[in-house]
C-alpha cells in the first residue's frame, strides 16, 4: 500500500467532513440495528461514527494502517458519545480477523492505493460472514470535472494520476471495481456509482484552498518532487490555479466514485 496522501492538515480537513449519508449512501439501505461492522481505511473516523450511531444494537470496528490518526477517530467517537465503536490498526490485505467475523465490510477510498486489490477484496470476503455484504467506494481521477476550466487544473489532473500510478495504485480506481470483484470471485455484485458535487461560495473556497495546501505541503507534493513528476514551480503553479477556480462566482467541481455492494456467499473465493 502506497498512501500517497498521508495525514496532513490539508488532507484531514477533507476527510473530516466526510459522513455516511454524503459517502455510504449506497451502504445505508443495507444496515441493520444489529450488524457488525468493519470499517476499512476509517482515518478520522467520521463516516465510522456515523456507522455506528447507525447500529445501535451492534458494534463497529474502525481499521487503518496509520496508528498516527486513531486518537483523532477515537476523540470523534467520543464526542458523539458512542460507545459501539473501537479502532485498532491494521492491514486490508491480511486482516487479523477470524472468517465471517463481520455482516458488513466497508472500504471507503482504499483500493485505489493497493497493488493488489483484487486480494483485498478476497480478505474482505473471508471475514465477512455468508450472506453479509461488502461494500466498496473508489474515486475516478480521470473522471473528475470542472468549471470553469482552468488550464493548470488539467496539469493538476496530470500529475495527479502519474504520481498515484508511479506509487503502485490505481487512481481511477472506482472504473475498475467491478472487474476487480468479479476478479476475486465475488458473483452477488451491484454496481453504481456517487458523486460529490461542489460549488457555491463555502464549497469552492473549502475545495479550492484544502487542494491547494496539499499541492504545496501535504506528502503528495514530497512524492511528486522526489519521484521527479514536478519541481516547486510547478507546484506552485497548479496550488494558484486551484485558488483562481475557487474565486469564480460560477465555480462548480465534481467528483465521481464507483460503487459496490457484493453479498457475500457461503464459500470464501481462492
Known sequence: MHYIHGHHESVLRSHSRRTAADSAAYLLPELRPHHRVLDIGCGPGSITADLAALVPQGHVTGLDAAPDILPTARAAARERGLDN????????????????????????????????PVGALREMRRVCRPGGV????????????????????????????????????EPDAGSHLYSWARQAGLT??????????????????????????????????????????????????????????????DAWFAVLNGELLCKAGSSVPR
Open 134 to 169: 461488502i461494500a466498496v467506494r473508489d474515486v475516478v481521477y480521470t473522471a473528475m470535472s470542472w468549471y470553469p476550466r482552468v488550464p493548470g487544473l488539467d496539469d493538476w489532473q496530470r500529475l495527479y494520476v502519474a504520481v498515484a500510478r508511479a506509487g503502485g495504485g
Open 188 to 249: 452477488d455484485v451491484t454496481a453504481t456509482a456517487g458523486a460529490w458535487c461542489y460549488t457555491g461560495a463555502e464549497q469552492r473556497q473549502w475545495w479550492s484552498g484544502l487542494w491547494a495546501d496539499r499541492t504545496l505541503a501535504s506528502p503528495f507534493a514530497r512524492h511528486a518532487v522526489e519521484g521527479g513528476w514536478a519541481d516547486e514551480a510547478r507546484l506552485a503553479a497548479i496550488a494558484e490555479a486551484w485558488h483562481a477556480w475557487g474565486r469564480h462566482e
Open 85 to 116: 465503536v473501537d479502532f485498532t490498526t491494521g492491514d486490508v490485505r491480511a486482516l487479523g480477523f477470524p472468517d465471517g467475523a463481520f455482516d458488513v465490510v466497508h472500504a471507503h477510498q482504499v483500493l485505489q492505493y493497493l497493488d493488489d
